[in-house]
Structure formats: C-alpha cells, structure tokens
C-alpha cells in the first residue's frame, strides 16, 4: 500500500511538473496542428490489382471529431483495400509530429486497449510480439500480432492483426504480450520524459483483416505496400534498439 501511495504521488507531482512547462490550452495545441498529407504522399491508394477506399474515423462527423481530439494527431489514414483476388484488409495509421502528443498517451492507442474497451475479445493464446516481415531482403522492424473476436447477435466477427508504434524511428517495446495496462515502470518512465523533454516524432500503423495475414503476405501488391511502409517508418535499421 506504501508503494500504491508513493506512486500516486509521484505521478501527480509529475503531472503537475508537465502542465507548468506545457500551458498551452489543449484547444490551441490542437489547432496548431499539421495538415501536410504526409501519410497520403508515402502510401499509394492503388498498386496493380490493389484498390482502396479511404474511410473516416467513425461512422459520423461527431464520432470522427471526438476520435481526433483524443488521438490528438497530426494527421491520419484510414484505407481499405481489395486486392485482385476480393480479398479485404484495413490499413491505419496515426502520425504525430515532434511535441504533438506525450509518448505515454500516444502509446495507449492500441487495439489491446481501444479495441478491448470496445467489447472485442483478444485471443490470449495468438498474441506474438515479435513478427518479422521482410521485403525484397530486408527486415521490417518487428509487429505485434493479435486475433480478435467479437459477437454481434448471432453472428461471430473476427480480425487478424498486425500493429507497431515507433518512437522517435525506433520500435516502442511495451514489455509485456499484452499492452492493455502498461506497466508502472514504462509509464514513469514515459510521464518523466514527457516533462524534462519534448515528445518525438511517433507513429503507429495497424493492419488488419478477417483474412489471413500470411495470405495477404504472400500478394506481390501487399509487398509493395509493405515496402512502402517501410521506407516511411517501419524498415529495421541494422544495431537499431527498441524503444520503451
């Protein structure tokens, strides 16, 4: 219980030390914000065979408004693609750019979190951390890989996952398989790198379908796509450590 308390504490006084030096209205913050088409520039809509359809944040003007406010990005993709064969998958990425957001806010958007808190169920037995994908010889730096599962009436939906949060170029390495409740260590560490320095460039990108991924892996236009993620963030540099 003594720790419980010296840990609250601390967080507080932390918390208090981050608004001092960030006074800033979270309202101007977020209408400083970037609309460069960044994510639109690097990732192709098509690629031979591979359409796509850019989609909102939600299903409503309301929904995508409070989406964005709590994401807190820069700016945003949102695609789902057809590849030649029907097959279907939705590609997602958030970027922040350097003082955007704090590395231990940004870092709980994940569908270990999001997802859950929205009645699917992560499939404890398929979760991987460390999935290496390589194209045309080299290696992007690793994915975290989930199943998920939800029931909608009597219907049962599923989606396949691959997702990765990169940290000032480096992969975020959240220490467990697991990411729904950081640890108390990564999170001090977070919320006092947030107060004595300015947060860095941060992106996370998600893939997923009901297919299989390694389906989607083995299309030659999913590759290109892939390389393309890699030349914007995800290709691993070689000595490269993980972040987190």
Same mark, same amino acid.
């Given at each position: ?55 909102? =944040? ?64 992560? =499939? ?29 009436? =009597? ?60 389906? =989607? ?28």
């Amino acid at each position: 219980m003594k720790n419980i308390i010296a840990f609250i504490v601390l967080a507080v006084s932390l918390a208090g030390l981050y608004f001092a030096a960030n006074p800033r209205p979270l309202l101007e913050r977020q209408a400083q914000a970037s609309s460069s088409d960044k994510l639109k520039r690097a990732v192709s809509a098509s690629i031979g065979s591979m359409t796509s359809v850019d989609k909102p =944040l939600g299903d409503t003007e309301e929904v995508k408004r409070a989406s964005e406010k709590i994401l807190m990005v820069t700016e945003f993709l949102h695609r789902e693609y057809t590849l030649g064969n029907g097959m279907k998958f939705t590609l997602y990425i958030s970027y922040w750019e350097p003082g955007r957001e704090d590395v231990y806010k940004a870092s709980t958007h994940t569908p270990d979190r999001c997802w859950v808190k929205s009645g699917w169920k992560n =499939l404890d037995e398929k979760k991987r951390s460390g999935d290496v994908l390589s194209v045309g010889g080299r290696q992007l730096m690793p994915a975290y890989y989930r199943e998920y599962t939800i029931n909608a009436g =009597l219907n049962n939906y599923k989606r396949n996952v691959w997702f990765w949060f990169i940290v000032d170029g480096k992969r975020y390495d959240y220490k467990t398989s697991d990411n729904y409740n950081p640890s108390i260590a990564v999170y001090l560490k977070n919320l006092i790198s947030s107060v004595t320095a300015e947060a860095p460039e941060m992106f996370f990108i998600r893939i997923d379908s009901d297919s299989s991924l390694e389906s =989607l892996r083995r299309d030659p236009n999913f590759q290109k796509l892939l390389s393309e993620l890699g030349e914007l963030i995800l290709f691993q540099k070689v000595g490269e450590a993980s972040n987190g």
